[in-house]
């Protein structure tokens, strides 16, 4: 039997085009894996697309950056960070990347 992994940290480049074996992702596996790749540009990676197929929770590299981005800010200024403004411009800075639904729905979770 193989062990359970509970959470998948990617860091890899999109280009590498890494997935996760298929006995952590099947109708086998005793639980699937949350999945959180860093990456935001394409935000739909060979990783997550998986995930999303294959029903493991997942967090986009880009709500891992618009979190980031506010809580740097707020460190930074020393002001609460002004998350609506950051995320807009995190949108619009991804135009044409293709699977800006999924990263707009993201945003907002």
């Known amino acids: 039997e193989a062990p359970a992994v509970r959470a998948v940290v990617c860091t890899l480049p999109a280009s590498a085009g890494f997935t996760l074996p298929e006995?952590?992702?099947?109708d086998t596996a005793a639980s699937k894996?949350?999945?959180?790749?860093?990456?935001?540009?394409?935000p739909l990676?060979?990783?997550?697309k998986q995930a999303m197929e294959t029903g493991c929770g997942y967090v986009l590299g880009s709500k891992m950056l618009l979190e980031q981005g506010v809580e740097q800010s707020a460190i930074w200024t020393g002001r609460r960070?002004?998350?609506?403004?950051?995320?807009?411009?995190?949108?619009?800075?991804?135009?044409?990347?293709?699977?800006?639904?999924?990263?707009?729905?993201?945003?907002?979770?």
């Open 23 to 26: 006995w952590m992702v099947d």
């Open 33 to 42: 894996p949350a999945v959180l790749d860093v990456v935001y540009k394409p």
């Open 81 to 109: 960070a002004p998350r609506a403004d950051i995320a807009a411009a995190l949108l619009a800075n991804m135009e044409g990347q293709g699977g800006l639904g999924v990263v707009s729905q993201g945003l907002n979770r």
């Open 45 to 48: 990676t060979p990783l997550i």
